[in-house]
């Protein structure tokens, strides 16, 4: 079983629309937790980490649920330049990140 | 946010060719760097932990005499892909930790392809 799993996608959807996605793990002594976000042949970047009380970054809203052991990005308003592939992420103690398969996101004009 | 910066970009190479890739952080010291590849379509598979001042740390199924990891400084770590043949042609991403505040994670360097032909 992986470490992270997330839905792959793809999401397709129109400008302005609302977009959300989760993702699961599986190691309940995980640490922190993070989305990132990758351009097409780019590098992980750190779009934000994930709090227990759920945190916004402008239209981006993040939420924990330790009990369930999952984790959901929520983007509002979606640009063209949403488009991406969003990371769920989660750091152990040993400062490693255990990644997800990234889930994919379209937005059209 | 931190920077790190990786060299270099792209790479061509022949079979049997030796590469080095450098990844430094900018603007912190990092006592941990990793090391990842990524294929086509998947997800980022860590290679390895690069420790300063000690011997790295690789995953199941690396071949540490193949990919040789140096940490010298706080803020330089290589990775040297011993006798690259095509299969070892990936994306390889460098990241460092940077510790400490409500931003401790890893930062991602921009990464680099490598082709072998």
């Known amino acids: 079983r992986k470490e992270v799993e997330q839905d792959p996608g793809p999401f397709n959807v129109p400008e302005g629309a609302t977009v959300a996605f989760n993702c699961t793990y599986s190691?309940?002594?995980?640490?922190?937790f993070f989305w990132y976000r990758q351009d097409c042949r780019k590098e992980p970047k750190l779009l934000m980490s994930v709090y227990s009380s759920g945190n916004e970054d402008g239209r981006f809203t993040a939420q924990l649920n330790r009990a369930s052991q999952y984790i959901s990005l929520l983007i509002r308003d979606s640009k063209l330049s949403d488009s991406a592939t969003y990371l769920c992420?989660?750091?152990?103690?040993?400062?490693?990140?255990?990644f997800g398969a990234g889930t994919t996101v379209t937005v059209r004009a | 946010g931190a920077v790190v910066s990786q060299h270099p970009s792209w790479v061509i190479c022949k079979s049997g060719t030796s590469v080095k890739i450098e990844c430094r952080s900018l603007?912190?010291?990092?006592?941990?760097m990793f090391w990842y590849r990524q294929f086509p379509k998947q997800s980022l598979m860590l290679m390895a932990t690069s420790n300063e001042g000690s011997k790295a740390t690789y995953e199941q199924g690396v071949e540490k005499d193949k990919f040789l990891i140096n940490h010298a400084s706080l803020t330089l770590s290589t990775l040297t892909v011993t006798s690259a043949h095509p299969e070892d042609s990936s994306f390889y991403i460098c990241?460092?930790?940077?510790?400490?505040?409500?931003?401790?994670?890893?930062?991602f360097g921009p990464g680099t392809r490598l082709l072998v032909l």
């Open positions: 603007d912190f010291q990092a006592t941990t």
């Open positions: 992420v989660v750091l152990f103690n040993d400062y490693k990140l255990s």
């Open positions: 990241s460092a930790f940077l510790a400490g505040g409500i931003l401790e994670t890893q930062y």
């Open positions: 190691n309940s002594a995980s640490q922190s």
